[in-house]
């Protein structure tokens, strides 16, 4: 740890004029505050990582990088960490970029803040413009008709939550479409592992039946590539996952903070990131656990009461 103050301590003393001083500024901050979350001193961590984002910022206005969030990108994170989403909302948008084509991971990661601050229609704007850039890479063949599915459905869920329920339905019978045409001829490429992108995307799903992230209490920055976790954060995620097991496996009423339902879908989320490593292992292992969701949640309209 002195090692890499030090490092930051001389990167900070490069001339203001340097042509590769926020890029060494850049790399000696990230690795200080990485050193200082794995020690668990995380407000540390947090004013290294607004450093570095400020320090991108003034580069920037130097033309010394290409986009004013340089160095910034750590920062977001960390605030959702803490659940202070709308300034993480407002951190990523100073890079959203203006090019037609939208990338997924800034696009969701916006999303996932913006949503969680409460700004449902902004939400959806943002992730409408990525929705309509894979509609149209999909018709180019560009990138795989999966990648539409998992993309219409996570709208649809967000449409149902702003109380747009006509197209959310819309939203769903397209992600059926595209669903039927792949059981008829499937991919029309072959496409690299993209199981990070559903992964991201089911995981953000599960965000609403976790406890909220407080600075106290930090949570995963859900929208996010989850190797973009603080560590601490990441290890907590998956160390409860025995716990998790274990209060999925008691019958309903017994003692259930949150029902059953809620703790399989929890313990579901964690399990399928912890494995979209494996690629073509991945099924064996998670195919029990979303056979029991859909049960779980079969079972549960069944106990709703009538009109």
């Not at 449409?159 to 991919?187: F, I, K, N, Q, T």
């Not at 703790?263 to 494996?278: G, N």
Request: aromatic share 6%.
């Amino acid at each position: 740890m002195v090692l890499h103050a030090e490092a930051a301590d001389a990167a900070r003393r490069i001339g203001a004029d340097h042509p590769r001083r926020a890029e060494l500024l850049r790399d000696a901050l990230r690795a200080y505050e990485r050193t200082l979350f794995e020690l668990g001193r995380r407000a540390e961590g947090r004013a290294v990582c607004e450093e570095m984002a400020e320090a991108g910022r003034i580069a920037f206005a130097r033309g010394q990088v290409a986009y004013p969030a340089y160095g910034g990108d750590r920062l977001a994170v960390v605030l959702a960490e803490e659940g202070r989403h709308g300034e993480a909302a407002d951190l990523l948008a100073r890079d959203a970029g203006a090019e037609p084509e939208v990338p997924f991971w800034p696009a969701v990661e916006r999303t996932a803040e913006l949503e969680a601050a409460g700004r449902r229609e902004e939400a959806v704007a943002v992730f409408t413009g990525l929705v309509d850039d894979t509609r149209r890479k999909t018709e180019g063949g560009s990138t795989a008709l999966a990648h539409l599915v998992w993309e219409l459905v996570h709208r649809s869920r967000m449409l149902d939550a702003a109380g747009r329920h006509g197209e959310a339905g819309a939203d769903r019978r397209e992600a059926l479409a595209v669903l039927d045409r792949l059981a008829e001829s499937g991919e029309p490429g072959s496409w690299s592992n993209i199981l990070s992108f559903w992964t991201t995307l089911y995981a953000l799903s599960a965000r609403t039946a976790e406890p909220p992230a407080t600075p106290e209490a930090p949570a995963p920055a859900f929208g996010t590539d989850l190797l973009r976790w603080s560590r601490d954060v990441r290890k907590a995620y998956f160390d409860a996952i025995p716990v998790l097991e274990a209060e999925a496996a008691r019958p309903a009423g017994e003692g259930h903070p949150a029902g059953p339902t809620t703790a399989h879908h929890r313990l579901t989320a964690r399990s399928a990131l912890l494995r979209e490593s494996r690629t073509h292992l991945i099924e064996a292992p998670l195919r029990p656990l979303f056979d029991e969701e859909v049960a779980l949640a079969r079972r549960s309209a069944r106990e709703l009461p009538g009109p």
